[in-house]
T-cell receptor, first 113, second 112 residues
């Protein structure tokens, strides 16, 4: 099992550009989510999904879109990149139950100039 | 909604003990603890469930006070490998399903 994979590992964007961060898991997990991590702010939930075709907003969804067409994939789209979106982005997955750990991808470090 | 952790940062000498607290404004159904090394993804440490059931590993223990909506992580006889940022996590009920959120984090540094 590869677990949770994310691409790219690093990305530099100019303000106003758009891009998609990829996330895939091969553990057949129903629950998938995206977090951003900024110094002193911990991990903040952007969007999450409880199954294919079902997505919902987290705590900081503005400027991001997601879709979940398959159980395996959960891409995060930045529509019009802004310097405030400079961050480290983590994708995570788990079975849909409270007693299971979250499995994290390796992260994507994004810089918007 | 984000759980608040305290302290924000702590520095220890090897062999010393530390306690990290996690407090939520919402009811906690379970609490998870993770540790993140610099430049890496968070790694699961343990889960505490309602009723006192605890699942975890390593020489780290934790408590879960459901009434106070708080959890504490106890690091005893700290080792250099304990250095990192610690996060508590919990699920928030969302009308039949849940979303998973993390606390603000505590940076721990263990010195030789």
């Amino acid at each position: 099992n590869a677990g949770v994979t994310q691409t790219p590992k690093f990305q530099v964007l100019k303000t106003g550009q758009s891009m998609t961060l990829q996330c895939a898991q091969d553990m057949n997990h129903e629950y998938m989510s995206w977090y951003r991590q900024d110094p002193g702010m911990g991990l903040r939930l952007i969007h999450y999904s409880v199954g294919a075709g079902i997505t919902d907003q987290g705590e900081v969804p503005n400027g991001y879109n997601v879709s979940r067409s398959t159980t395996e994939d959960f891409p995060l789209r930045l529509l019009l990149a802004a310097p405030s979106q400079t961050s480290v982005y983590f994708c995570a997955s788990s079975p849909l139950a409270s007693s299971y750990e979250q499995y994290f991808g390796p992260g994507t470090r994004l810089t918007v100039t | 909604q984000q759980p608040v952790q305290s302290p924000q940062a702590v520095i220890l000498r090897e062999g010393e003990d530390a306690v990290i607290n996690c407090s939520s404004s919402k009811a906690l159904y379970s609490v998870h603890w993770y540790r993140q090394k610099h430049g890496e993804a968070p790694v699961f440490l343990m889960i505490l469930l309602k009723g006192g059931e605890q699942k975890g590993h390593e020489k780290i223990s934790a408590s879960f006070n459901e009434k106070k909506q708080q959890s504490s992580l106890y690091l005893t006889a700290s080792q250099l490998s304990y250095s990192g940022t610690y996060f508590c996590g919990t699920e928030i009920d969302t009308s039949g399903t849940y979303k998973y959120i993390f606390g603000t984090g505590t940076r721990l540094k263990v010195l030789a």
